[in-house]
């Protein structure tokens, strides 16, 4: 079974009634697969968080991924790739072709051990330093979700990890909050414009089929997989893209008009050529959605933000700011 069709299969599940809440709540079924974590410690209901169709590490997380030059990479220039801008570091990139497919990269840049993550149910990438409180943390795929959203799990304590907020929800890491360092989506192009011989992650030493996307014109449809929340407000698309800055929200819909907005103490700039991750089957075939970069408006700096679906902007900030000019 892939993982589309597990998707669907835990869909129909939970729409069965009376067992969604049920499955979601710690017991034997968690305790059994997750010895180790402890359950007596969370900051969110157990009945929020379901299975995503797969078992813990069913998609595999990788580690200390080899990387070489853009100029040597054999990708086509308008799939997207995270790249990742750490001090005192070359700006580093990650395809989403291999995201996809293992949600969680481990590895350092520079002196700083970070975890790159991408969920595709949710289109939110976000890179993470994997230090806290003395120690580095690793990071794998628990198979759980919560909003649609990947429970990430750390493999010293067994904790779980939103990866939408960084914020520790179940475990003795309950509480606790990664830092997130500041990273933005963009073409293979734009990335190699910048930096020729900059570094980019190589294909991983995995049997998958890479630059496949298997979520085939997710982003089309009226709803999300797996999610029980709320829609957004403001009659705003459940999968429309959004610019997510702290509790504030960009609709994409805006830069249609126009490529840059000022607003907020920020400039957001939307630069066309970038295919959608998750349009059609061949990535690079996907239609453009563009890059978004936001900088300090004063001080020409990039801002930690990141592209979003409408409705995990909703889910994890029911109270944000929607900016809609």
């Known amino acids: 079974m892939n993982r589309r069709d ?88 990650f395809p989403v072709r291999y995201l996809t497919w293992h949600e969680i990269v481990n590895t350092s840049i520079g002196d700083t051990p970070v975890a790159v993550t991408f969920c595709p149910l949710c289109n939110s990438a976000l890179v993470f330093d994997r230090r806290l409180d003395g120690q580095t943390l690793s ?11 990947m429970v990430m799990y750390d493999r010293q304590t067994q904790s779980w990890w939103q990866q939408f907020t960084g914020e520790g929800i179940v475990g003795a890491m309950t509480g606790k909050t990664l830092t997130v360092l500041t990273s933005w989506m963009e073409s293979v192009d734009d990335f190699r414009a910048r930096n020729p011989k900059g570094p980019i992650m190589a294909e991983p030493p995995v049997a998958r089929d890479y630059g496949r996307n298997p979520y085939r014109g997710y982003d089309s449809l009226a709803r999300p997989f797996l999610y029980q929340g709320e829609n957004p407000p403001h009659g705003i698309a459940p999968l429309m893209r959004v610019v997510r800055v702290g509790d504030r929200a960009w609709p994409l819909s805006r830069f249609e008009a126009m490529q840059e907005i000022e607003e907020a103490g920020l400039r957001l700039t939307w630069t066309a050529g970038t295919a959608s991750a998750l349009d059609t089957t061949a990535i690079h075939k996907g239609r453009d959605v563009g890059s978004i970069r936001v900088r300090d408006a004063t001080t020409g700096k990039d801002v930690v933000h990141e592209v979003v679906f409408a409705f995990a902007f909703h889910a994890f900030k029911p109270d944000g700011i929607w900016m809609l000019g």
């Open 6 to 93: 597990a998707l669907k299969t835990t869909a129909a599940f939970l729409a069965t009634p009376g067992l969604a809440y049920a499955y979601g709540k710690t017991g034997p079924f968690w305790e059994a697969e997750w010895p180790d974590t402890d359950f007596t410690k969370s900051s969110v209901p157990f009945s929020e968080i379901f299975s995503g169709g797969v078992p813990k590490d069913g998609i595999p997380a990788l580690n200390n991924m080899e990387l070489i030059t853009a100029d040597t990479a054999e990708l086509p220039g308008r799939e997207p790739v995270v790249t990742l801008a750490v001090d005192g570091a070359p700006e580093t990139a």
């Open 139 to 149: 990071f794998g795929v628990s198979g759980k979700l919560r909003f649609s959203d």
